[in-house]
């Protein structure tokens, strides 16, 4: 059995996705579906049971749980880069993997976390996962401090060598339709070109950088679920990783790739960053991949040209755009 948290979300039904696709189907999905379209990230999968987030918890709290899993892939979390509750993601993005790897570990169930790219805050630290760096990152939301803290909490209880820690980049793809405003900017730019023809792009306020040129390491979530299926089936390597690509491009060469795979000449429109964010906003996240390939992981990533043509081709224009 393989316990998936946020199994029903973008990266986690991705990761089922992928078991299903390696013939796995001993799958327990946890998950909070409430009233958002995410159930329907669960229709094409094949898996064994799904139970609530805090049905789960208190399961694990209450030594309840009536078998041993051979992994927990834990990608359950709130992901909203804009959420103001600080005890809402302390509670469900640090204190909930907390007590779960504290029960795993000492059982010797495989423990595959995510982690986020936004825990390096505004670069000036670099983009290196190396441990030694990890304690002067400096997140500048208090979603990427959420995932800071327990970052920290794994080099403090000394486990690095018992668990997998996933720094994603900018991951986008299928089945993050549900994810409101922090859906990419791949799906989103997809909906505006469809309905307008046209796309709008942040314009930049420092001068090393064209309206446009901000950069991003922009990954497939498909290759993302095979680093993480590699991983799993090598739990002699351990530790925090970056996945991205390693190369970063610009929001106009996404935009770019996304105009050629739906067939339709650019055209862009560059707009004001607003107040509020712009002393917030980066300009670059660029993973640095050393320590991953160190492992032997042979971890390779569609070129963003190929991403964006198979997302839009063999998704966002099908009547079921789901994995």
């Known amino acids: 059995m393989i316990i998936v948290t946020g199994g029903a979300g973008f990266i986690g039904s991705a990761v089922v996705w992928k078991l299903n696709q390696e013939g796995i189907d001993d799958i327990l999905i946890v998950d909070e579906l409430g009233e958002s379209g995410k159930w329907k990230n669960l229709v094409n999968r094949r898996y064994v049971e799904y139970i609530h987030k805090d049905v789960f918890l ?3 709290r209450n030594e309840q749980m009536p078998f041993t899993p051979r992994a927990v892939i834990h990608m359950g979390a709130c992901s909203s880069t804009t959420e103001r509750n600080a005890d809402y993601l302390m509670d469900n993005n640090y204190h909930y993997t907390c007590r779960l790897a504290e029960w795993a570990l000492p059982r010797n169930i495989r423990f595959i976390y ?11 630290q670099g983009f290196s996962d190396d441990s030694s760096v990890t304690a002067a990152l400096r997140p500048m939301n208090m979603y990427g401090y959420s995932k800071q803290v327990f970052d920290l909490w794994v080099l403090r209880q000394q486990v690095e060598k018992q668990v997998v820690g996933i720094k994603f980049f900018n991951v986008f793809g299928p089945n993050e339709y549900h994810k409101g405003d922090m859906r990419s900017v791949v799906h989103k730019a997809f909906e505006q070109i469809r309905d307008t023809g046209k796309v709008r792009l942040f314009k930049s ?13 922009f990954v497939y979530v498909k290759d993302c679920v095979d680093v993480m299926w590699w991983l799993l089936e090598h ?4 530790g925090i990783f970056n996945v991205g690509t390693g190369t970063a491009r610009t929001w106009n060469d996404l935009v770019q790739a996304l105009f050629l795979a739906m067939e339709m000449k650019p055209k862009i429109e560059y707009f004001d960053i607003p107040p509020e964010i712009r002393d917030q906003y980066q300009y670059l996240t660029e993973a640095r991949m050393d320590k991953l390939r160190e492992t ?15 997302y839009v ?6 009547p079921d755009p789901h994995l």
Not at 205 to 217: C, L, N
Not at 235 to 238: F, I, L, S, V
Not at 296 to 310: R, W
Request: aromatic share 8%.
């Open 313 to 318: 081709v063999n998704y966002l224009k099908k």
């Open 235 to 238: 739990p002699e390597t351990n």
């Open 296 to 310: 032997g992981c042979p971890a390779t990533f569609h070129p963003l040209e190929d991403a964006v043509k198979d």
């Open 114 to 124: 995510a982690s986020s790219a936004a825990t390096y805050g505004d670069g000036s």
């Open 58 to 60: 208190r399961m694990i």
């Open 205 to 217: 306020h420092k001068p090393q950088y064209k309206d446009g040129g901000q950069m991003r390491d």
